[in-house]
């Protein structure tokens, strides 16, 4: 059973930087594209950016590109996302997400994804 447990969320103001850590246990992770979504009040939950484990080819949405980077860590099992000049519109919940899929990529509708981890509440004020 994968296991996902985030950490490194909370409370920062607008411009500033934090940093999202996932550490996966449970599997072995070559054929596992790796992940996060966030999830704002009252919206869905939406994809933010994933990386491939194998390959470590990564892709992002739009509104965070040149903001976020995703990365792995192979020995720590761990997937971390640094998120840079932060925005009050990236208040959310985020979610870590994990899938096996050979071609890297994250479903990019939460029902196709595998596994998530519990969430971690990330703040931006104003």
């Known amino acids: 059973q994968v296991q996902l447990v985030e950490s490194g969320g909370g409370l920062v103001q607008a411009g500033g930087s934090l940093r999202l850590s996932c550490a996966a246990s449970?599997?072995?992770?070559?054929?596992?594209?790796m992940g996060w979504f966030r999830q704002a009040p009252g919206k869905e939950r939406e994809f933010v950016a994933d990386?491939?484990?194998?390959?470590?080819?990564?892709y992002y949405t739009d509104s965070v590109k040149g903001r976020f980077t995703i990365s792995r860590d192979n020995a720590k099992n761990t997937v971390y996302l640094q998120m840079n000049s932060l925005k009050p519109e990236d208040t959310a919940v985020y979610y870590c997400?994990?899938?096996?899929?050979?071609?890297?990529?994250?479903?990019?509708?939460?029902?196709?994804?595998?596994?998530w981890g519990q969430g971690t509440q990330v703040t931006v004020s104003p």
């Open positions: 990386i491939s484990w194998r390959s470590g080819s990564t």
């Open positions: 449970g599997r072995t992770f070559s054929n596992y594209a």
């Open positions: 997400a994990a899938e096996r899929n050979v071609m890297g990529r994250l479903s990019r509708n939460p029902s196709g994804v595998g596994y």
